[in-house]
């Protein structure tokens, strides 16, 4: 069974540091990893993708992917108060399936 | 703003009654997609169409009844349903299910359901 994991939370990070959220999947099949953000009572909004070895940079977002090791994760820099909210992991195979991580809630403090 | 548009946004229903969800996108996509949501759970996917063709049930209980009349169009109705029904129903879409690279899944604002 394929299995996305991430630490629940909540991820407490001051407002301008670098909040760090980690995402471990077991499927060494996957190709393709999504990050989206889910504000409380609201749906899921697309931040970013990846599916090469390495880092991908957008604003103040960069993902990081390690396939050998079979990882992922985002980086917020400067983190604001808007950007607390869930972070869910989501990882494709074949067939454009994704499957989720439970997701990390993070807490930006002001 | 999300191209992936659902009503409506809050439905309140009897477990006696029939109702429908429903999404439309004008993104030229030709795969659609259900998933529900609990609260703090990951989205669960139940239905996928492709071409207009279901693709995918991942085992949904038959009160739960897709329907794709075209390309932009995706229906939920529901019926008989139970109060642990209750949740948030997230359409989605993407190009297609080929070639997963970059082939993003986009949702829409969601339908909360009440099952009372």
């Known amino acids: 069974q394929k299995e996305v994991e991430q630490n629940s939370g909540p991820l407490s990070v001051p407002e301008g540091a670098i909040a760090s959220l980690n995402c471990t999947y077991s499927?060494?099949?996957?190709?393709?990893f999504f990050w989206y953000r889910q504000y409380s009572g609201k749906s899921p909004e697309l931040i970013m993708f990846?599916?090469?070895?390495g880092d991908k940079e957008d604003g103040r977002f960069t993902a990081q992917l390690n396939k050998a090791s079979q990882y992922v994760s985002l980086l917020i820099r400067d983190s604001q108060p808007s950007d607390s909210a869930t972070y869910l992991c989501?990882?494709?195979?074949?067939?454009?399936?994704?499957?989720f991580g439970g997701g990390t809630r993070l807490m930006v403090k002001p | 703003d999300t191209e992936v548009t659902q009503t409506p946004k809050h439905l309140v229903m009897g477990m006696t009654n029939k109702k429908s969800l429903k999404c439309e996108q004008h993104?030229?996509?030709?795969?659609m997609y259900w998933y529900k949501q609990k609260a703090k759970k990951p989205p669960e996917l139940m239905f996928v169409?492709?071409?207009?063709?279901?693709?995918i049930n991942e085992s949904v209980p038959s009160r739960f009844s897709p329907e794709c009349p075209n390309s932009s169009l995706l229906n939920l109705h529901l019926h008989a349903l139970q109060p642990e029904d209750s949740a948030l129903y997230l359409c989605?879409?993407?190009?297609?299910?080929?070639?997963?690279?970059?082939?993003?899944?986009?949702f829409g604002e969601g339908s909360w359901l009440t099952v009372v």
């Open positions: 989501a990882v494709k195979g074949a067939g454009n399936m994704l499957t």
């Open positions: 993104m030229g996509h030709r795969a």
């Open positions: 499927d060494r099949g996957s190709q393709s």
């Open positions: 990846i599916y090469s070895n």
């Open positions: 169409y492709s071409y207009e063709k279901l693709s």
């Open positions: 989605a879409s993407s190009q297609d299910l080929y070639g997963s690279y970059g082939n993003t899944i986009y």
